[in-house]
């Protein structure tokens, strides 16, 4: 079984086995006092802190991102026809989740605090969005990079970035962690699928890779297409 494909599974079994308690109104054991414990934290700096970096899982940054992606691959077509169709999924994965799943948020529970966010907590979906959109990201650029060092500086700090994102949203007290956690699983079941699909697809010679189009190391770049 392919690497990426046992990792779908087992994101999507992470997902179901949230979802389910999160389906009857459920918190995860110690769920309330580690959501009480980081809004206790609260502060002038982590609250401009934190607010900033909730907005690299919205559509705010997200689009611009994906502007930069076609602009990237502009002469890739059908990989760009890919990724639209995988980011058009998204939103409906999330859509989908919070319909079935129905969970109320923390404010519903606790009754306390303005009451910042109307629809369903679970799953979270800028914890959704970002492993998925970044997840991708991640793809994309850790195969056009071979630079080994780049290659783990990329990894890391995109990994970060999501992190901090979920984080944020427990922070901000819109979301309890299992709500972020069911978006992380969900959202990489998605990702880990959409690059099994295409590095299927790309073998039946469909579409390339970034990695076939150009390679990066040691701060030089080579393309296939050079002389």
């Known amino acids: 079984m392919p690497r990426p494909l046992f990792f779908a599974l087992l994101s999507l079994l992470l997902f179901v086995g949230i979802a389910l308690p999160a389906a009857h109104h459920q918190l995860l054991p110690g769920e309330e006092l580690v959501y009480r414990a980081i809004r206790a934290r609260r502060s002038p700096l982590l609250d401009h802190f934190f607010h900033t970096i909730t907005k690299a899982g919205s559509d705010m940054i997200l689009i611009p991102i994906g502007v930069g992606v076609f602009l990237w691959q502009f002469n890739n077509w059908r990989l760009l026809l890919f990724i639209v169709f995988y980011s058009l999924g998204v939103p409906l994965l999330e859509t989908g989740a919070k319909l079935v799943v129905a969970r109320p948020r923390p404010h519903h529970y606790l009754a306390v605090g303005p009451l910042l966010q109307s629809s369903h907590g679970f799953p979270s979906g800028h914890a959704l969005a970002a492993a998925a959109f970044y997840g991708m990201l991640l ?89």
Not at 153 to 173: M, T
Not at 215 to 224: A, D, F, K, L, R
């Open 139 to 227: 793809v994309l650029l850790y195969k056009e990079i071979r630079h080994r060092g780049w290659q783990q500086v990329i990894l890391w700090g995109i990994l970060l970035l999501i992190v901090f994102i979920g984080l944020s949203r427990i922070y901000l007290g819109v979301h309890w962690p299992s709500d972020v956690l069911g978006g992380y699983a969900l959202g990489g079941a998605y990702c880990f699928l959409a690059k099994v699909a295409c590095e299927r697809i790309e073998r039946s010679g469909r579409f390339r890779l970034p990695s076939q189009l150009s390679i990066t190391g040691g701060g030089n770049s080579v393309s296939e297409n050079s002389p």
